[in-house]
């Protein structure tokens, strides 16, 4: 049986521990504050990257994808503990230069089996996928079928997430400065979502009641199979995925169903106070 390796990138929002236990090497990518720089998950937890972004007067902090030799080491690593294969699944490549790091570091080891899939996603839209990917390599599929599997059930992942404003995704360079300044003169609760790789807004409500009510008519509108609730301080994650939850039915179990906070890598686009998820629908 071959032994399949499954790596992902902190921009998936995975929890180290979570991560740790099935398996899932990640790949941190860097956060700046200022002069200061930090390996998001490593060297900067969820907490301290939280702390450090509500602190009065705090520079705005920036990311950037990991060098290609980080990716060879978390790779080199694996082989040298028995991997044969390796599939490695990223943030969507048009959000992040973090997929053309892995695969300039997959050319460095041409005489290894590695599989690079681009998420076309993030946070727990690339998770939901690693998580699969460990499932698979758990009961020893190999490691092209897993590549191929994660490539098609992209196409079922949804992500949608309630921000107070659109000024932090302007500012990341997510989104053009006309949006945001639109966004702010219509004093909108913009949700957005990710459609092949860019970032769209799906609905422009006026309150935060409104939006939050959108998000959850959004998430449910197909059977879930998997739901990972994803917040940012100070919002109140639990009482939306009991609502989530309770309007998707008996059909969704708990044990496919999680509540994470946005870690460092995708936090500064969005900015506190945000509430959302990312479902995997049921394959029609």
């Known amino acids: 049986m071959t032994r399949v390796a499954i790596v992902t990138d902190s921009a998936s929002d995975l929890p180290p521990a979570a991560a740790a236990a099935a398996g899932i090497a990640i790949v941190p990518l860097v956060v700046n504050f200022g002069p200061q720089t930090f390996k998001a998950g490593v060297d900067l937890s969820t907490e301290q990257f939280w702390q450090r972004m509500t602190a009065p007067d705090a520079p705005f902090p920036t990311t950037a994808a990991s060098a290609p030799g980080e990716f060879k080491a978390v790779y080199d690593k694996a082989f ?3 991997a044969e294969a390796i599939v490695s699944i990223h943030v969507a490549g048009s959000l992040s230069a973090t997929l053309k790091s892995a695969e300039i570091a997959k050319g460095l080891l ?9 998420s076309g996603s993030a946070s727990m839209g690339e998770g939901i996928l690693a998580q699969i990917g460990a499932e698979m390599a758990a009961q020893g599929t190999p490691a092209a079928e897993i590549a191929r599997v994660l490539d098609d059930r992209k196409k079922d992942l949804d992500l949608y997430v309630a921000l107070d404003t659109l000024e932090y995704l302007k500012k ?30 799906a609905d422009k409500p006026r309150t935060r009641s409104k939006a939050r009510e959108r998000t959850i008519e959004l998430l449910v509108q197909r059977p879930i199979e998997r739901l990972a609730v994803l917040f940012t301080p100070p919002a ?7 609502e989530v939850v309770t309007r998707a039915g008996s059909q969704l179990q708990a044990k496919n169903v999680s509540v994470q906070p946005v870690g460092a890598s995708v ?18």
């Open 172 to 201: 990341g360079g997510r989104i053009s400065g006309a949006r945001a300044a639109i966004g702010t003169l219509l004093s909108v609760k913009p949700i957005i979502t990710i459609r092949d790789g860019v970032v769209e807004t």
């Open 80 to 82: 040298a503990e028995g």
């Open 236 to 242: 109140d994650a639990d009482s939306f995925r009991k």
């Open 110 to 118: 041409p005489n290894r089996e590695i599989h690079i899939v681009d």
């Open 267 to 284: 936090g500064p686009h969005l900015g506190p106070g945000c509430v959302g998820a990312v479902v995997l629908y049921e394959r029609r």
